[in-house]
Nanobody, 121 residues
Framework: QVQLVESGGGLVQAGGSLRLSCAAS????????GGWYRQAPGKQRELVAT???????NYADSVKGRFTISRDNARNTLYLQMNSLKPEDTAVYYC???????????????WGKGTLVTVSS
C-alpha cells in the first residue's frame, strides 16, 4: 500500500517560515493533483492549498500571500512553503494526492499521516 509521507513540520516563532514536503513511501509512476490540509485542535480539517497536475493552484483565503504550494514532477513530491507564520496556523498538516502507482494502474487518492506545525507567539 502506498503511503504519503509528510516532513518539515516543527516549532517556529511567529513571523518565521517552514517548508513542508510530501512524497510517496515507494517509487511511483506519477503523482497527479494534490493538496495540503490542516486540522487545528478542536477544529475540523480544512483545505490549505491545492495544485493540479498542470500546476494550477488554489489557496484558502487565510493563507493567500503567505503560503505557496508547488510540485516537483521528477521527484513526485509536493511542497508547501509557509512564510509569515501566525499562531493560528498551528495545526497538523496533511498531504493528499491522487497517485498512479504504475503505468497501467488506475489513480487512487491517498492521505498522509500528518506533520505538526506549531507557531509560538
Amino acid at each position: 500500500q502506498v503511503q504519503l509521507v509528510e516532513s518539515g513540520g516543527g516549532l517556529v516563532q511567529a513571523g518565521g517560515s517552514l517548508r513542508l514536503s510530501c512524497a510517496a513511501s515507494e517509487i511511483i509512476f506519477r503523482l497527479n493533483a494534490g493538496g495540503w490540509y490542516r486540522q487545528a485542535p478542536g477544529k475540523q480539517r480544512e483545505l490549505v492549498a491545492t495544485i493540479t497536475s498542470g500546476g494550477n493552484t488554489n489557496y484558502a483565503d487565510s493563507v493567500k500571500g503567505r503560503f505557496t504550494i508547488s510540485r516537483d514532477n521528477a521527484r513526485n513530491t509536493l511542497y508547501l512553503q509557509m512564510n509569515s507564520l501566525k499562531p493560528e496556523d498551528t495545526a497538523v498538516y496533511y498531504c493528499n494526492a491522487d497517485v498512479q502507482r504504475r503505468v497501467i494502474s488506475t489513480t487512487m487518492n491517498y492521505w498522509g499521516k500528518g506533520t505538526l506545525v506549531t507557531v509560538s507567539s
